[in-house]
């Protein structure tokens, strides 16, 4: 699967306070990711989050790495 995430994550200023979400839900990425690192297996996330799938969190991860993947560090 090629995770365009842009097809399924939203940022607006309406919605939880224009942190990124799943489109048409108010379900953060932050706490996707939250999830995944507290050991949450994709099969769980999905039980608790049934309107999710699994394309919404792999974008969730991409989304991630893009935003990490421009990141710049300023040494001090």
């Given amino acids: ?3 365009n995430y842009k097809d ?3 940022s607006n200023p309406d919605v939880m306070l224009g942190k990124p979400v799943i489109k ?3 379900i953060t990425v932050e706490l996707i990711l939250r999830k995944l690192s507290e050991g949450a297996a ?3 996330i999905l039980q608790g989050y049934p309107n999710l799938t699994k394309d919404d969190i792999l974008a969730c991860l991409s989304y991630s ?3 990490i993947g421009e ?3 300023i040494a001090s």
Avoid: H, N, P, Q
């Fill in 1 to 3: 699967m090629e995770a």
């Fill in 8 to 10: 399924r994550i939203a």
């Fill in 24 to 26: 048409g839900t108010r």
């Fill in 42 to 44: 994709i099969d769980e």
């Fill in 65 to 67: 790495a893009d935003v």
């Fill in 71 to 73: 990141e710049e560090l």
